[in-house]
């Protein structure tokens, strides 16, 4: 058996994974954010453990006798996330998460103190990145800054709970903008424009490698043998790509989360900034990727459907009953998805939500449509951006939270034209990841492992449906850019 950690935004989420690949069992545990200040997102990593902890709590009591055989754990986690701790390993303050935009002013003080950034890190500067969160840190909280002894991402936080060792891998370091992506290690040029050095980084194995083994301790605690290997383990998107069998240059993913990911495997380091298209390490040695992200997605209509007062699935449903497609594609308000600004194409962390075109007769269905298309054509500009960078893409895969909708998949489709699968299992996302991670740090074979889910949709895009939406595209980025003053 396999066990999956996968440390999201909003919930800590576990699996378990037989021999033959098959999911056993899932728990999760619920998170919440805290936002002290406008554009502030941060979280307490004790809170994280406890949520493990209690995650694992409901997985031994539903499976003991699977979780008991378990031999090899994999950790996903969200990206970017600044965890300091001093010289005992005390967190120093709150995680400062990857959806904070309080370091905007640092990411122009790190481009140029670091002349070769984006040569090196592949990427431009962004509030979302590790290095100008300590800058940040640097400048506004010296006396922290001074006593920071290890600089930890989030899964690699809950692994120094795990086995007591200070790792990463480098899928998740390279979104710290201190990796040298392509030689696949930490770049003391870029930890030295923020005043750090390698003392204060976490070793690097790759994702499929053993990191260390559980605790003694912790292992008795939860009935496990004395050997658990824990895997090097990943980012979440590329968790996630290994849990849909995203190996081979060209395969991709869109991942409907908190976030909404494009994302696509290369065999090299092909980094592309001026789009703000993401070039990373993907979670196999000699794989990297490209990615595209966009900052709100399936939060989007989770915040549509508090404001209303309805659950998603009511919404979706009113939707399918009053579908007037025509009518709708046409006119209904047009939505910009960008609740905590964004980053591709546009790195613009002020970057506003917005109903556009409401009038009288504008239904509650009207606006549910009208999300639903936001965030598609807000993955049409991050498809649009990849492909200035030279990356064709004719089929993608769709994991996380809103693949479950098939309405926002079809719609997906035809606004992208390309074809969108659903397989089965697809919520699984990073956790599926992490658990084969840990199954390949145990001995298995990637070909063995990270095998295609079984298909459970396929959706073609309709080419009448993608004119009909052609110009409501035209006036979606328009509109960005009017209220931009471009």
């Given at each position: 058996?396999?066990?999956?950690?996968?440390?999201?935004?909003?919930?800590?989420?576990?699996?378990?994974?037989?021999?033959?690949?098959?999911?056993?069992?899932?728990?999760?545990?619920?998170?919440?954010?805290?936002s002290?200040?406008?554009?502030?997102?941060?979280?307490?990593?004790?809170?994280?453990?406890?949520?493990?902890?209690?995650?694992?709590?409901?997985?031994?009591?539903?499976?003991?006798?699977?979780?008991?055989?378990?031999?090899?754990i994999?950790?996903?986690?969200?990206?970017?996330?600044?965890?300091?701790?001093?010289?005992?390993?005390?967190?120093?303050?709150?995680?400062?998460?990857?959806?904070?935009?309080?370091?905007?002013?640092?990411?122009?003080?790190?481009?140029?103190?670091a002349?070769?950034?984006?040569?090196?890190?592949?990427?431009?500067?962004?509030?979302?990145?590790?290095?100008?969160?300590?800058?940040?840190?640097?400048?506004?909280?010296?006396?922290t800054?001074?006593?920071?002894?290890?600089?930890?991402?989030?899964?690699?936080?809950?692994?120094?709970?795990?086995?007591?060792?200070?790792?990463?891998?480098?899928?998740?370091?390279?979104?710290?903008?201190?990796?040298?992506?392509?030689?696949r290690?930490?770049?003391?040029?870029?930890?030295?424009a923020?005043?750090?050095?390698?003392?204060?980084?976490?070793?690097?194995?790759?994702?499929?490698?053993?990191?260390?083994?559980?605790?003694?301790?912790?292992?008795?605690?939860?009935?496990?043998?004395?050997?658990?290997v824990?895997?090097?383990?990943?980012?979440?998107?590329?968790?996630?790509?290994?849990?849909?069998g995203a190996?081979?240059?060209?395969d991709?993913?869109?991942?409907?989360?908190?976030?909404?990911?494009?994302?696509?495997?290369?065999?090299?380091?092909?980094?592309?900034?001026?789009?703000?298209?993401?070039?990373?390490?993907?979670?196999?040695?000699?794989?990297?990727?490209?990615?595209?992200?966009?900052?709100?997605a399936?939060?989007?209509?989770?915040?549509?459907?508090?404001?209303?007062?309805?659950d998603?699935?009511?919404?979706?449903?009113?939707?399918?009953?009053?579908?007037?497609?025509?009518?709708?594609?046409?006119?209904?308000?047009?939505?910009?998805?960008?609740?905590?600004?964004?980053?591709?194409?546009?790195?613009?962390?002020?970057?506003?939500?917005?109903?556009?075109?409401?009038?009288?007769?504008?239904?509650?269905?009207?606006?549910?449509?009208?999300?639903?298309?936001?965030?598609?054509?807000?993955?049409?500009?991050?498809?649009?951006?990849?492909?200035?960078?030279?990356?064709?893409?004719?089929?993608?895969?769709?994991?996380?939270?809103?693949?479950?909708?098939?309405?926002?998949?079809?719609?997906?489709?035809?606004?992208?034209?390309?074809?969108?699968?659903?397989?089965?299992?697809?919520?699984?996302?990073?956790?599926?990841?992490?658990?084969?991670?840990?199954?390949?740090?145990?001995?298995?074979?990637?070909?063995?492992?990270?095998?295609?889910?079984?298909?459970?949709?396929?959706?073609?895009?309709?080419?009448?449906?993608?004119?009909?939406?052609?110009?409501?595209?035209?006036?979606?980025?328009d509109?960005?850019?009017?209220?931009r003053?471009?």
């Open positions: 058996m396999f066990l999956g950690i996968d440390l999201g935004t909003s919930e800590v989420k576990l699996l378990l994974l037989d021999g033959s690949g098959q999911i056993v069992g899932t728990a999760g545990v619920a998170l919440s954010l805290s002290p200040q406008p554009l502030w997102s941060e979280q307490n990593p004790d809170d994280w453990w406890q949520a493990t902890q209690a995650a694992v709590r409901q997985l031994r009591a539903v499976h003991p006798a699977a979780f008991a055989a378990v031999r090899g994999g950790l996903s986690g969200q990206m970017h996330g600044a965890v300091l701790l001093d010289d005992s390993d005390a967190i120093l303050r709150p995680a400062i998460l990857w959806n904070d935009g309080r370091s905007h002013a640092q990411c122009e003080q790190l481009t140029a103190a002349p070769r950034l984006h040569a090196i890190a592949g990427n431009l500067a962004m509030p979302g990145f590790t290095a100008p969160k300590l800058l940040w840190v640097k400048q506004h909280e010296p006396e800054f001074a006593r920071v002894a290890s600089v930890l991402l989030p899964k690699d936080w809950l692994r120094l709970q795990l086995t007591g060792d200070k790792v990463s891998d480098p899928s998740d370091a390279a979104g710290t903008l201190w990796l040298d992506v392509a030689r290690d930490w770049s003391d040029d870029l930890l030295a923020c005043g750090l050095t390698r003392a204060q980084m976490p070793r690097l194995v790759e994702s499929n490698q053993a990191s260390g083994v559980l605790k003694p301790e912790l292992a008795r605690a939860w009935g496990l043998g004395p050997e658990v824990v895997a090097g383990g990943a980012g979440d998107n590329a968790a996630s790509a290994i849990g849909i190996t081979r240059p060209g991709g993913f869109i991942s409907l989360g908190t976030s909404g990911v494009l994302f696509v495997v290369n065999d090299r380091f092909s980094p592309n900034p001026a789009s703000a298209v993401h070039a990373f390490c993907h979670a196999l040695p000699t794989r990297w990727h490209q990615m595209s992200v966009m900052l709100s399936a939060s989007c209509f989770k915040w549509f459907s508090q404001l209303v007062g309805h998603e699935a009511a919404l979706l449903a009113e939707l399918a009953r009053n579908d007037s497609a025509v009518i709708r594609e046409t006119g209904a308000p047009l939505f910009l998805p960008y609740l905590a600004g964004e980053r591709t194409p546009h790195n613009d962390p002020f970057a506003p939500g917005v109903f556009h075109g409401l009038t009288a007769q504008t239904t509650r269905a009207d606006c549910t449509y009208a999300v639903l298309e936001g965030v598609a054509f807000g993955l049409a500009d991050g498809l649009d951006a990849l492909r200035a960078a030279g990356t064709q893409v004719h089929q993608l895969s769709l994991v996380g939270g809103g693949s479950r909708s098939h309405f926002w998949a079809q719609l997906i489709a035809d606004v992208l034209q390309v074809d969108i699968v659903l397989h089965t299992g697809s919520e699984a996302g990073g956790a599926l990841g992490a658990a084969r991670l840990g199954w390949l740090a145990c001995g298995g074979a990637v070909d063995t492992v990270c095998t295609r889910p079984p298909v459970a949709a396929l959706f073609s895009p309709d080419p009448q449906r993608h004119a009909r939406l052609a110009p409501r595209l035209v006036r979606f980025r509109l960005y850019r009017r209220l003053g471009a």
